[in-house]
């Protein structure tokens, strides 16, 4: 052998890598060699030539194999609804099974990721959030959906809202006044595989007159009263969820249509970004 000439014993160097793919493909399903390990595959596939690192070798694919599998949240999304839903009085099975299901990390921006199951809302860009869990499970279920409704989101924001609502009701309809933040939800909903919802931008207080009556109606921004528009378009025992008041704090009311009355019921006080429109605040 030629000095400074390594010998590859080739008989290994199949083994290890054979042993490589293998441990790929027993810690995720469907991850089967990503590019996250191709780099350490390649450069330490040859370490056996040595002596007698492989294992050494292989320890160390692993261990970055792992960090390339994108995180499900399983057991983040199972506690949140335990301890933020199901223990502060949230007892709607089909809103749970949906929050339990539903991935919200999928809508929050990156350098929150991590914090999608936390009992807050969290920035999502264009100066708008997603609400806090709670907030979300408890505007839902005052709903009331059962399945087969036809409902009207007023603020898209980040989409997370309307994945619910699309698990529980037969058809949504979702304004956003920002193009950019109905194109990402969109984007979002369609990756999911939601065939169910229809999206528009535009001003949200305006509703959405062309479709209307709604079974349902959910307000996600605040607004200083209830806009005529959005009564209007509520079907004969509807349901509007909307919060109203000062700019900086409102109240979650329940308004339910009884031919030309509306009961109004008190859910709770919340603070959200202003329902800007014609009907809403006049600006940011």
């Known amino acids: 052998m030629v000095k400074g000439e390594v010998k590859v014993d080739t008989t290994r160097v199949a083994a290890f890598l054979a042993m490589t793919i293998l441990l790929s493909r027993s810690y995720e399903p469907g991850w089967v060699f990503p590019f996250g390990h191709w780099d350490i595959g390649i450069c330490l596939g040859f370490c056996p030539a040595f002596g007698g690192i492989g294992i050494s070798a292989m320890a160390m694919l692993w261990k970055k194999g792992k960090k ?4 499900d949240y399983q057991k983040e999304r199972l506690i949140m609804v335990e301890e933020q839903l199901r223990r502060r009085g949230i007892s709607d099975r089909r809103v749970l099974e949906a929050m339990e299901k539903i991935p919200r990390h999928f809508f929050v921006l990156g350098d929150y990721r991590d914090s999608a199951y936390e009992d807050r809302p969290l920035p999502i860009g264009e100066g708008q959030t997603i609400s806090q869990p709670y907030m979300v499970a408890i505007m ?3 709903l009331e959906l059962k399945g087969r409704e036809r409902v009207l989101e007023i603020g898209t924001g980040s989409g997370y809202q309307t994945a619910i609502l699309a698990e529980l009701a037969q ?18 909903l369609e990756d999911l595989g939601y065939p169910n919802i229809s999206f528009r931008s535009g001003d949200g207080s305006r509703g959405w007159p062309e479709e209307a009556p709604f079974d349902g109606i959910m307000v996600t921004a605040g607004s200083p009263d209830v806009p005529p528009t959005l009564k209007s378009q509520l079907a004969e025992g509807g349901r509007l969820v909307i919060p109203t008041g000062p700019r900086f704090t409102q109240t979650l009311y329940i308004l339910t249509r009884e031919r030309d009355r509306f009961t109004e019921e008190e859910v709770t006080g919340c603070v959200f970004v202003p329902l800007v429109g014609d009907y809403g605040w006049k600006d940011d």
């Open 171 to 188: 058809k949504v309809f979702t304004i956003e006044r920002i193009p950019a933040l109905t194109e990402r939800a969109q984007k979002a």
């Open 68 to 71: 390339g599998v994108p995180k």
């Open 140 to 142: 839902t279920q005052s």
